[in-house]
């Protein structure tokens, strides 16, 4: 450390050590400096020469505000460095949730720095999924591709065939998806793709859709947790409705892939017009007038909104709220008739609960709501 050589100058007594402490001073330098007894870390110091000696200003602490802050934020940067940035990155409540649909099905919770802050498995598949993926903090992009990688090591692309749906809905009532995580997954879109495609290689048969959707209002992540559904299935299920294909959330719930192909859609077309979608909301007063949800034209997250349980309640960088049944049959892995695995429908977290964020529980929040 550099030492001051003037011999009046004041400083900011940070740390003592026996009869020898570190002092910062006005400049931003740091000064090793010798205590006297009694000098507490707080209190303003005198600096001699050689910056060695050290005596009070006053009998008082009296520590200049400014001065501190200063010196608090110089001192946590270079005590800390990297480590403290990375804290405050994955630091904050969800400003976005962000799902992942292939058959295993989960949701992140996403901050402002596009760090993942909370996860939840929506399904058994999704369970397996991200007991074997780290999460917690890491980048939305790094977390979404390790996931799509994952499910190909575990057998959900049999014969290069797959659907992959990214949604991203908001966090709160009145908020839009962030123009960053919008942003984030169409680089996901091609670079999920190009990195699957890598792994299924060229002359592999069947084909790989990687579509992204976005919710334009909360109110439709409440809704899909209400019907046992990620945003992105739901959005599946509105864009399939709106097609004139009879699809029900049971069907969606057991495979987005399967479900299309058996109400005689085709999935990369349906999920294409999904992507186009602008209006979520206004496809989803559609389907709840068609079919009874909610009177015509009520509008609202709250319990007219749908059949099921309230929400649960707001957590803290984890997930919780109601379950789901488990419907339907299961299949082998890798059946390319169906979707990009086994099918079964959402019951939740990553233990063995319903639909909804938090490692383990129901349809919730993943993060910091």
Partial sequence: MRRTTRGDGTALLLEVSGSHGVALAPDGRFVRVRVAPGVLPGEEVLLGAEGRSVARVSGRRRPRSAFILAAAAVVCAFLLGPLAVLQVLASGP??????????????????????VVGAQALNPEGEELLSGLPWRGRSLDDVVTDTGLLA??????????????????????????????????????SRLAARLQER????????????????????????????????????????????????????????????????GGHPGTLLGEAHRIRELSRLAEKFAEKNG??????????????PGAAPGAPGDNGMSGQGSEDKGDTDEKGDTEGDTGPDRTPPEGTGSGGHGPGRTGGRGRPGGR
């Fill in 152 to 189: 190909y090591d575990l057998g959900y692309f049999r014969g290069g065939q797959g659907e992959v749906l990214l949604a991203a809905s908001p966090a709160a009532e009145g908020s839009p998806v962030p123009p960053s995580v919008e942003a984030a997954l169409e680089r996901l879109r």
């Fill in 94 to 115: 969800a400003v976005a949730y962000v799902s992942v649909d292939i058959n295993p099905s989960l949701e992140f919770g996403v901050n402002r720095f596009e760090r």
């Fill in 293 to 306: 949800l909610r009177p015509p034209g009520g509008r609202g997250s709250g319990s007219d909104a749908g």
């Fill in 200 to 263: 299924l290689g060229p002359g592999d048969p069947g084909s790989l859709t990687v579509e992204t959707v976005l919710a334009d209002a909360f109110r439709l992540h409440e809704e899909a947790g209400r019907l046992g559904l990620s945003v992105g299935r739901y959005a599946a299920l509105l864009a399939a409705q709106e097609a004139g294909l009879e699809l029900g959330p049971d069907d969606i719930g057991k495979g987005i892939g399967k479900a299309i192909r058996e109400a």
